[in-house]
C-alpha cells in the first residue's frame, strides 16, 4: 500500500534498466530532485516492458522493479518531462493498466446533520 500523499515522479525518457539503485538515484539527482526526500522515482526500459521504482525509506535505499511477460507498461509520451502520478494511478500503472484513465472523486465537505 502506497500513503495517499506520498509523491511519484515517472520519468518519460527510458533509461537502462540494468541500472541499480544508486544509478537510479544518479539519474535523479541529476535531473534536480532530492533522491531522499521520499518520494517514488518510476523509470521505464525502451521497450516499456520493464520498470524499476527507486526511493529512500528513511533508513536506506529501495529499489522495486517489474516485467510484463506479454504486454507493456502505459507510458506518457517520451520527452524530457517528468509526470506526477497519484498512489492510485501508480498502483494502476504497476498492475499494467492505462493509469491516465484513474481520476479522484471530487470530494466535498461533509455538511453537519442538523
Known amino acids: 500500500?502506497?500513503?495517499?500523499?506520498?509523491?511519484?515522479?515517472?520519468?518519460?525518457?527510458?533509461?537502462?534498466?540494468?541500472?541499480?539503485?544508486?544509478?537510479?538515484?544518479?539519474?535523479?539527482?541529476?535531473?534536480?530532485?532530492?533522491?531522499?526526500?521520499?518520494?517514488?522515482?518510476?523509470f521505464r526500459a525502451k521497450r516499456a516492458d520493464r520498470i524499476k521504482i527507486v526511493w529512500w525509506d528513511g533508513t536506506g535505499l529501495c529499489l522495486y522493479a517489474k516485467r510484463l511477460e506479454k504486454a507493456a507498461f502505459c507510458w506518457p509520451r517520451i520527452g524530457h518531462s517528468r509526470v506526477q502520478l497519484s498512489p492510485a494511478q501508480l498502483l494502476a500503472l504497476i498492475d499494467g493498466m492505462d493509469w491516465k484513465r484513474v481520476r479522484a472523486v471530487p470530494a466535498s465537505r461533509p455538511q453537519s446533520a442538523g
Not at 24 to 32: P, S, T
Open 1 to 42: 500500500m502506497i500513503p495517499s500523499g506520498m509523491k511519484v515522479f515517472l520519468a518519460s525518457q527510458p533509461v537502462d534498466i540494468r541500472r541499480g539503485p544508486d544509478g537510479l538515484v544518479g539519474l535523479v539527482r541529476d535531473a534536480g530532485a532530492d533522491p531522499f526526500n521520499g518520494s517514488l522515482y518510476v
